[in-house]
C-alpha cells in the first residue's frame, strides 16, 4: 500500500529544557496507533531513519524523539540517570499529546519503553523490542574482553578519560560495531558531543547496566518490568522481540528462549545478521517484520 506522509522535526518544552523529536503523520492510517521509535546510546533519532518508513501505513503519527541530552534535544545540568531520561521522556509523551502508543525500542530505548510500559499499562498499546536489556545481567554473562571494558567505564577517572576526552563511543563504538557506517552518518551521531561536557549522557549509560545488581535502583526497575511482561496483567500488550541470527549477550538464544518461557503474548523473529546497532545493519529487515506485526496484532 502506498502511503502519503508528511514529516517535519520538532521540539517542545519539556521540564526545564526541551526535547526534539521527528513527527511523521501519515496520511491514509489515521485508525492506526501512534508508534514511537525509542534510541539508545549514543544514537539519537537518526538511528530509525530507514526503518519508519516501513510502518507509516500502519501509523497514525510515528514519533521519534532524542532521549534528553542526546541528539538535538536540550542538555540540562542534570544526573543523566535512568531514571532522569524516564521522567524526560514521559514529560515529552505528554507534551507530545501522546496518550496511548506502541513502543519500538533499541538498547536503553527499549528499557525506557519497557518501564513505562510497567508503570502506565493503560497507554501502551504494544512493545517491538531489538538488542534491549530485557533484564539485569551479570559480569559472568560478558566475555573477559567485555568485562574488562565496561569495568574501566565504570572505574572513576578511567571512564571519564575514555568516554568523556577519547570520545570513545562516537569514534570507536559505532563506526566499529556497524557494518556499513557513512562518513555522512557517522557525522550525525558526531555533531551533538562537540565538548567533553557534552558526552555526560554517554558516560553514565554504561554505569546505569546493573551488573550482579547494582546500581540497584536500576536493577529494581528491570526486575519491575520484567515481572509485568511476564503477567497476566501484561497480556492485552503484544511483545515483539527481534534478535539476529548471530546474536549474543542481549539478543542471545538463551536470551529468546527466556523471552518465550517468561513474557506473555509474546513472539520472536529473526532479523539476519546484525551487530549491536541493529537498526543500522537490518533496517529493511526490522521495519518489515515491525510492519508485519503491527499488521497482526493491531487491526481494529
Known amino acids: 500500500m502506498s502511503t502519503s506522509t ?7 518544552p519539556v ?7 521527528v513527527d511523521e503523520a501519515a496520511g491514509s492510517a489515521s485508525g492506526g496507533p501512534v508508534v514511537v521509535f525509542l534510541h539508545g546510546n549514543p ?17 497514525a503519527r510515528v ?30 509523551l505528554d507534551a507530545a499529546g501522546v496518550d496511548d502508543a506502541v513502543f519500538v ?14 508503570r502506565h499499562p493503560g497507554r501502551v498499546r504494544g512493545l517491538a523490542l531489538v538488542e534491549t536489556f530485557l533484564r539485569p545481567l551479570a559480569w559472568a554473562e560478558l566475555p573477559p574482553l567485555g568485562q574488562e571494558l565496561f569495568r574501566d567505564f565504570r572505574t572513576p577517572g578511567k571512564g571519564e578519560e575514555m568516554i568523556l576526552r577519547d570520545n570513545m563511543f562516537i569514534e570507536f563504538n559505532l563506526p566499529h560495531g556497524i557494518d556499513r557506517l557513512s562518513a555522512e552518518d557517522h557525522d550525525v551521531y558526531r555533531a551533538p558531543y562537540p ?31 520484567g515481572d509485568w511482561l511476564g503477567s497476566a496483567e501484561s497480556a492485552g500488550v503484544p511483545k515483539l522481540v527481534m534478535h539476529a541470527e548471530n546474536g549474543f549477550g ?22 539476519g545478521v546484525a551487530g549491536h546497532h541493529a537498526p543500522e545493519d537490518q533496517p529493511d529487515a526490522i521495519g518489515a517484520a515491525v510492519s508485519d506485526w503491527l499488521a497482526r496484532t493491531m487491526a481494529s
Do not use: C
Request: glycine share 8%; no cysteine.
Open 6 to 12: 508528511s514529516t517535519s522535526t520538532r521540539t517542545v
Open 15 to 21: 521540564l526545564d529544557s526541551f526535547m526534539a523529536y
Open 43 to 59: 544514537t539519537s533519532s537518526h538511528l530509525w531513519r530507514n526503518v519508519t518508513p516501513h510502518v507509516a501505513g500502519q501509523a
Open 63 to 92: 514519533l521519534v524523539p532524542d532521549l534528553i541530552g542526546m541528539g538535538a534535544s536540550g542538555k540540562p545540568d542534570i544526573g543523566y540517570r535512568f531514571a532522569d531520561h524516564a521522567r524526560y521522556l514521559e514529560a515529552w
Open 105 to 118: 525500542g533499541h538498547d536503553w530505548g527499549g528499557a525506557l519503553a519497557m518501564d513505562f510500559a510497567a
Open 195 to 225: 565538548t567533553e561536557a557534552s558526552r555526560k549522557p554517554l558516560l553514565v549509560w554504561p554505569r546505569e547496566i546493573p551488573f550482579d545488581g547494582e546500581p540497584a535502583d536500576v536493577h529494581a526497575r528491570m526486575v519491575a518490568y
Open 250 to 271: 542481549m539478543g542471545s538464544s538463551e536470551a529468546m528462549e527466556w523471552v518465550r518461557a517468561t513474557f506473555t503474548n509474546a513472539e520472536t523473529v529473526n532479523i
